[in-house]
């Protein structure tokens, strides 16, 4: 294994004082700016919509909630779990990718890298093609199963070989097995024809939304993202070397296997709720780096506060762009992301 | 694999080299046989040598010669091409991950390909023998306008700037193909899936032409840069101070493999994994050295995309499973395999 091609960003780094690399200052007002903003964004979000709904009934649907209001029951059964998703679920892939990026050192490791996409999407496609009548709530529980037997299978197989799990051997076992299942899922569609439905479902959507979801899932969430944060440290020392770290007396295997588990919760349960719009984990924390910094500790949360903002305005776009039919969720993200990462492709500072 | 007194040195390194090449060929020999073979009509070995030499049938000749060879040559063809393609952008980008599809060569001949069937009524009034290049037009444009968009002025390309470039415009290629699928008909769909899920359909003479200027031009002129590979792989300032002109020999090997890559995808679809995953066994077998491992990848790729085409003729005839999904089915294992063995 020729290891120089690990080295993330494949370029000789002159090693700076970690505290000239690192904006406290502008992460503060990345958190507390984008938290307002993102406040705001959930109030649009929820009064926008195919019918609209002034802020004030928001309000009132919220704190004085009344059954017999069309309105209240539109606030509170569909929009509100919807952009609380969505919420959730764009700071979930951005923390997971964030970590992954630290932990491999690799500019293109995102969550979708450790099997958890193709793993839910496998498992997807084998519920679709043999039993068509599962209820939707089953087909989440499948697609997380789905999601942690590809993570675990690559983690079981970077951990097996000598030398323990290094961060090259996970992005290329994570690599290999997406490709694996990913085959497999095309083969099983192209079988069974059910290709068209698998798009749909893939294509993301946070369209359904439902409390249990959120209730299922946001103490898992909200715990992994404080278990992130208070992980980011040893992230930051992971992410200038495995030998670094280790010089530093960190116990290297110990803070992956828990930043493995980390990504794996909030990925898999994402992934179950809205499908793939994994771009989210990729592009997220190469602007939160690019705007704070390479310390991690910064990192881990304005990269939470911005992939929900992402997620949001992508979701309020899909559903304001064709009204009443909604727009692939995936695409638009793609749409914001593109230009974006590429203008922050073009500024590359050469850190990771 | 026998120990050797020193195992790094040169001497031993070249032998294990040889050894390597010459075993990967009886392989794809022994494999060429089994190919020829196989499908809808069996020819027994004695039956094809007589073909072979012209005193076949008429039947035996037909698809010997008209169905079979062609199609056997196509996958060794793109086999040998994909997979130096990836050696090549994993040396230039010095990332593990990089392959073909990292610079939108498949998105981009996907995105055309499914442009093309959604603009026709139906699948059989498309122009089929438009598909090869509109393909490869969509591959190389997409990595044409990739490699524009992460050029600066005054620095010319660094390579993680491509990297994530190239990344950047696949998941905009593919979220347009998201919207496209859900607004096709099942009928085009299956076909369009069936085509990114890297079939190889043309299966004639002509496309064996079309496919092999660029792989006798381009493969040698790979092997014949494997010093530059190596001095590259050094790093760039090492390399520029070692008396590189980096960034020419980057953009020369770059178009290299896209033309390799975008010609294979022209006629045989997205088959992705070849390129990943060809490098990585070569260096496992012989060391990054380029000298040895671009032929070695050749040699795998190649036998990798025949076996995996006749697997896909024989396992469900008479329909066919796509080359591109065989490929990773018996590729991925193994390589997961490896890599579960692996000394670091």
Known sequence: MNQQAVSGSGLDRKPE?????SRPLAATLILIGGLIVLALGIAVSVSFGAADIKLSVVWTAIFHFNPDITEHQIIRELRLPRVLGGVMVGASFAVAGAIMQ??????????GLMGINAGAGFALAVCFAFFPAVPFMYLILYSFLGAGAGAGIVYGIGSLAKGGLTPARLVLAGAALSALLTALSEGIALYFRIGQDLAFWYAGGLAGTKWIQLQVMSPWVIATILGAVALSRSITMLSLGEDVARGLGQRTGLVKLAGTLIVLI????????????????????????????VDYRWIIPCSAVLGALLVVAADLSARMINPPHETPVGAIIALIGVPFFLYLARKERREL | MQSVKNPFSEEARLRKGLTV???LAVLIVVMFIISVNTGY???????LLHTMLGRGTEKQELILFQFRLPRIVISLLIGAALAVSGAVM?????????????????SGAGLMVMLLVSFYPTTS?????????IAFAGAA?????????????????????????????????????????LRLDPEKYQFVATWLAGSIWGTSWKFVLTLLPWVVILLPYVFYKARVMNVLHLGEQTATGLGADVKREQFRLLAAAVGLAASSVAVSGGIGFVGLVGPHLARRLVGPKHQLMLPVSALLGALLVMAADTIGRWILQPSEVPTGIVVAVIGAPYFLYLLARAKS
């Open chain 1, 102 to 111: 630290g932990m491999t050192r690799n500019p293109l490791a995102d969550s």
């Open chain 2, 125 to 133: 009034a498309a122009p089929v023998y438009l598909l090869p290049v």
């Open chain 1, 266 to 293: 909030l990925a898999g349960a994402s992934v179950a709720i809205v499908g793939a719009v994994g771009f989210v984990g990729l592009i997220i924390p190469h602007l939160t780096r690019y705007l704070v910094g």
């Open chain 2, 41 to 47: 009509i069996r020819l027994t070995p004695q039956e």
């Open chain 2, 90 to 106: 994993q040396g230039v980008f010095r990332n593990d991950l990089a392959d073909p599809g990292i610079l939108g060569i498949n």
């Open chain 2, 21 to 23: 090449i010459s075993v």
């Open chain 2, 141 to 181: 444009g997409t990595a044409a306008l990739i490699y524009s968009l992460a050029y600066k002025r005054h620095e010319g390309i660094a390579p993680v700037r491509l990297l994530l470039t190239g990344v950047a415009v696949a998941a905009g290629m593919s979220a347009a193909m998201i919207v496209l699928t």
């Open chain 1, 17 to 21: 004082p970690l505290k000239l690399r």
